[in-house]
């Protein structure tokens, strides 16, 4: 089968919604050793803000897209840090919840080689981000758009934070909203059993759901070939289009019974962070125009300059991603 036997995706339709894609969330600052150090012995520390949903708002915007990004943030200068970030990149920012009271979210990385993996250590108890609630929330503006993305680090955050992302996909379905989930499991956050508890009946009403293979067999015990994964995974969601990464074999998508499998871009590796969140963003960004295939193959270009850059956010242009894009593979098909 060719890729000329596709049938067109099904984005959101052409509205004239404010965004194109709103998302809500954390971003927290990250501090990070130069590889080789160790933060027990580090002298200085890289700083720079990121959070799953942060980074692909800002992604978006880098690439004309319409993007708004809400959350909580401290009224203090390291608040103003991690929204003069986004604000650069072209997010909108007026339903950010600035708090009188509270703290930034941080997290501290060890880069490393191997033998030895990356370490990371959290330290977001009691953010201004844990302490939303559905009454704190600029509906409007979140509604306001073609897609509304979500991942499921913000539910793991407080049962503040998970009423206000089951709340958000219930608002986005009665508004005809598209939605947009990224599992995103962070075992440091919550058990892979009530994970899966609260996830799948969120998953269950995602037009677009995005997972890496290995959550897919933590969660939902979907099995270790790839392909059979995404099928099952399709399976017990109902989504009616599922994006599976699957590390330097690149990414695999699940819709109307076909599987298109597009390769990794090579890259020399610097900074691993973020390259989930690139992927997701560049299927957006052809899925918004209708063109899954050229999503699939935006997103692996994308995630390869996450990889090959320091700082969980992707600098790009337009420009840039069409050169990428000419020199990357195309999209094969298996049933």
């Given at each position: 089968m060719t890729q000329t036997d596709l049938q067109p995706s099904s984005p959101p339709p052409p509205l004239s919604p404010q965004f194109d894609v709103t998302t809500l969330g954390e971003i927290m600052l990250r501090f990070s050793t130069p590889a080789g150090s160790r933060l027990e012995t580090a002298a200085q520390l890289d700083v720079r803000p990121g959070g799953a949903e942060a980074n692909?708002?800002?992604?978006?915007?880098?690439?004309?897209?319409?993007?708004?990004?809400?959350?909580?943030?401290?009224?203090?200068?390291?608040?103003?840090?991690a929204a003069n970030h986004l604000r650069m990149a072209g997010v909108d920012l007026r339903g950010v919840h600035w708090c009188a009271e509270g703290r930034m979210g941080t997290y501290y990385v060890e880069f490393s080689s191997p033998p030895r993996p990356i370490q990371v250590i959290y330290d977001?108890?009691?953010?201004?981000?844990?302490?939303?609630?559905?009454?704190?929330?600029?509906?409007?503006?979140?509604?306001a758009t073609r897609v509304l993305h979500l991942t499921g680090i913000t539910p793991a955050l407080s049962p503040g934070c998970q009423a206000v992302t089951a709340e958000a996909v219930a608002r986005a379905k009665q508004a005809g909203v598209a939605v947009s989930f990224d599992v995103n499991y962070r075992q440091k956050l919550w058990a892979a059993?009530?994970?899966?508890?609260?996830?799948?009946?969120?998953?269950?009403?995602?037009?677009?759901?995005?997972?890496g293979h290995g959550d897919a067999q933590r969660l939902f015990g979907c099995p270790a070939d790839p392909a059979?994964?995404?099928?099952?995974?399709?399976?017990q969601t109902g989504a009616p289009l599922v994006v599976m990464s699957v590390g330097s074999a690149g990414v695999l998508a699940?819709?109307?019974?076909?599987?298109?499998?597009?390769?990794?871009?090579?890259?020399?590796?610097?900074?691993?962070?973020?390259?989930?969140?690139?992927?997701?963003?560049?299927?957006?960004?052809?899925?918004?125009?209708?063109?899954?295939?050229?999503?699939?193959r935006t997103g692996v270009v994308l995630a390869a300059l996450a990889l090959a850059q320091h700082g969980d956010a992707v600098i790009t242009t337009p420009a840039e991603v069409e050169a990428l894009l000419g020199a990357a593979g195309g999209s094969v098909i298996v049933r």
């Open positions: 692909l708002a800002a992604l978006l915007a880098r690439l004309a897209r319409r993007t708004a990004w809400l959350g909580g943030l401290p009224a203090n200068a390291l608040g103003r840090l977001r108890a009691g953010s201004c981000a844990t302490q939303l609630t559905p009454q704190l929330v600029d509906w409007e503006t979140l509604l059993e009530t994970a899966a508890a609260v996830l799948l009946p969120l998953l269950r009403q995602a037009d677009l759901l995005f997972c059979a994964a995404l099928r099952r995974l399709a399976e699940w819709q109307d019974g076909l599987v298109q499998q597009v390769d990794a871009v090579p890259v020399t590796i610097i900074d691993r962070l973020g390259a989930g969140d690139a992927l997701a963003a560049g299927v957006l960004h052809g899925w918004l125009d209708g063109d899954l295939a050229r999503g699939l």
